[in-house]
Nanobody, 124 residues
Framework: EVQLVESGGGLVQAGGSLRLSCAAS????????IGWFRQAPGKEREGISF????????WHTNSVKGRFTISSDNAKNTVSLQMNSLQPEDTAVYYC???WGDGLDPTAYEYDYWGQGTQVTVSS
């Protein structure tokens, strides 16, 4: 059974940094894309950062480019999201997600597995 377990998150002041991590287990294949969505109250779930296991290629949505960095450790099946220069608009529940194949797609319905979510709150 595939499981995604997130850690990190919390409360930070604007301009601060946080690091999210996600540990994947039970993976029957080693060709996948993994990354992060976020959902703020009253808004749709938004794909923000992804990386594929096969090539290490990354994708970030425009609003986080230059501030967020995604990285992975394939040997440990973990992915991390370093978030710098956080702003109040980054406040949301952040979800780790995984899909099979190396396509980096920010569309939620493409993803097969989800973590439980972790809250990130940025105060002004």
């Amino acid at each position: 059974e595939v499981q995604l377990v997130e850690s990190g998150g919390g409360l930070v002041q604007a301009g601060g940094s946080l690091r999210l991590s996600c540990a994947a287990s039970g993976l029957p294949f080693d060709d996948y894309a993994i990354g992060w969505f976020r959902q703020a109250p009253g808004k749709e779930r938004e794909g923000i950062s992804f990386i594929n296991s096969k090539f290490g290629k990354t994708w970030h949505t425009n609003s986080v480019k230059g501030r967020f960095t995604i990285s992975s450790d394939n040997a440990k099946n973990t992915v991390s999201l370093q978030m710098n220069s956080l702003q109040p608009e980054d406040t949301a529940v952040y979800y780790c997600s995984l899909k099979w194949g190396d396509g980096l797609d920010p569309t939620a319905y493409e993803y097969d597995y989800w973590g439980q979510g972790t809250q990130v709150t940025v105060s002004s």
